[in-house]
């Protein structure tokens, strides 16, 4: 079962800002700053790129990891400032959480791709 990328659900944590360090010469790092019920939570990482990186940097502020199912990025608009348009899925207890994230910054639309999931299976958890 997937829970639906257009599933509209609260959003438990909200994305305040990220700062990515990537090159290729050194591992990517990401400091990523989500607000939770008013409050600021960070967090830091190093990873295999800056996707990596900030998504373990999630990862770290939330005390859990979720495995990756499946991420997929896609132009939505031509040019030079073209919206790319990221989905990925998450898995969780045997289920699907997939999550959309829209920026021209490939990198912003993957974190709001994987924060929109993680929001889904905070609400279904809290449900439960």
Not at 20 to 30: D, F, L, P, R, W
Not at 70 to 86: K, L, N, P, Y
Request: net charge negative; glycine share 10%; with cysteine.
């Amino acid at each position: 079962m997937i829970a639906s990328a257009a599933m509209q659900v609260p959003a438990t944590y909200v994305l305040n800002n990220y700062n990515i360090t990537a090159s290729n010469i050194t591992s990517s790092m990401a400091y990523m700053k989500l607000e939770k019920a008013g409050q600021m939570i960070e967090g830091i990482a190093i990873g295999d790129g800056p996707v990596d990186a900030a998504f373990l940097a999630i990862e770290n502020i939330l005390g859990c990891h979720y495995e990756l199912d499946d991420f997929q990025i896609r132009s939505v608009t031509e040019g030079r400032e073209a919206m790319g348009e990221t989905v990925v899925k998450l898995r969780s207890g045997g289920k699907l959480y997939s999550g959309r994230g829209i920026s021209t910054d490939i990198v912003g639309s993957s974190i709001q791709a994987y924060i929109s999931a993680v929001n889904k299976i905070v609400y279904e958890e809290v449900e439960a």
